[in-house]
T-cell receptor, first 115, second 115 residues
Framework: GAGVSQSPSNKVTEKGKDVELRCDPI?????LYWYRQSLGQGLEFLIY????????KSGLPSDRFSAERTGGSVSTLTIQRTQQEDSAVYLC?????????????FGPGTRLTVT | AQSVTQLGSHVSVSEGALVLLRCNYS??????LFWYVQYPNQGLQLLLKYTTGATLVKGINGFEAEFKKSETSFHLTKPSAHMSDAAEYFC?????????????FGSGTRLSIRP
């Protein structure tokens, strides 16, 4: 596609429910990144993929968070048993390759609200 | 380890005045440095980047930044502010190696423009 797309744009869920956030990177981009932006804070790195592999999962805050990527394209970030502190905007980005991490193109984000 | 510090979470200037957003970085290896801009309800957009070569880099919308190694700074400037510049600005750093995989972002500076 023309840019990185994310769905849903907004998600409201009850505490304890599982949610799935989707990211569709720019066509041909092999590297994909997930970030979390909490109110009043900067962007917190969560995980990145090179192809379907995730060499760096160091930013995932707990084992309730997981992500996968299939076919070297779409990625899904799953949060199990959501907590109120999970409320944030989840941003996805892609770049041509890992070595071009600085040329990241961001999607509009998914705003997650846990009630 | 790398980190970025943005001085001032909120900066307000008058339309037509100089814009100066401050960023200091910490890196044990040569850095790549960036400024991203985030307009309301939109994803991040790369404003400019320093990789190698000229230390004064020019970006979109009349912004520029200067890499000063001796001061470990990468401040963002624009000679004359426009109302459309109102947004959140993020300074970021990554490693200057082929294995760079993630960008470390600052906490952001919200720029407001007074008529």
């Amino acid at each position: 596609g023309a840019g990185v797309s994310q769905s849903p744009s907004n998600k409201v869920t009850e505490k304890g429910k599982d949610v799935e956030l989707r990211c569709d990177p720019i066509s041909g981009h092999t590297a994909l990144y997930w970030y979390r932006q909490s109110l009043g804070q900067g962007l917190e790195f969560l995980i990145y993929f090179q192809g379907n592999s995730a060499p760096d999962k160091s930013g995932l805050p707990s084992d309730r968070f997981s992500a996968e990527r299939t076919g070297g394209s779409v990625s899904t970030l799953t949060i199990q048993r959501t907590q109120q502190e999970d409320s944030a905007v989840y941003l996805c980005a892609s770049s041509l390759r890992q070595q071009y991490a600085y040329e990241q193109y961001f999607g509009p984000g998914t705003r997650l609200t846990v009630t | 380890a790398q980190s970025v510090t943005q001085l001032g979470s909120h900066v307000s200037v008058s339309e037509g005045a100089l814009v100066l957003l401050r960023c200091n970085y910490s890196s044990s290896v040569p850095p790549y440095l960036f400024w991203y801009v985030q307009y309301p309800n939109q994803g991040l957009q790369l404003l400019l980047k320093y990789t190698t070569g000229a230390t004064l880099v020019k970006g979109i919308n009349g912004f520029e930044a200067e890499f000063k190694k001796s001061e470990t700074s990468f401040h963002l400037t624009k000679p004359s502010a426009h109302m459309s510049d109102a947004a959140e600005y993020f300074c970021a750093v990554t490693k200057q190696t082929s294995s760079a995989s993630k960008i470390i972002f600052g906490s952001g500076t919200r720029l407001s423009i007074r008529p």
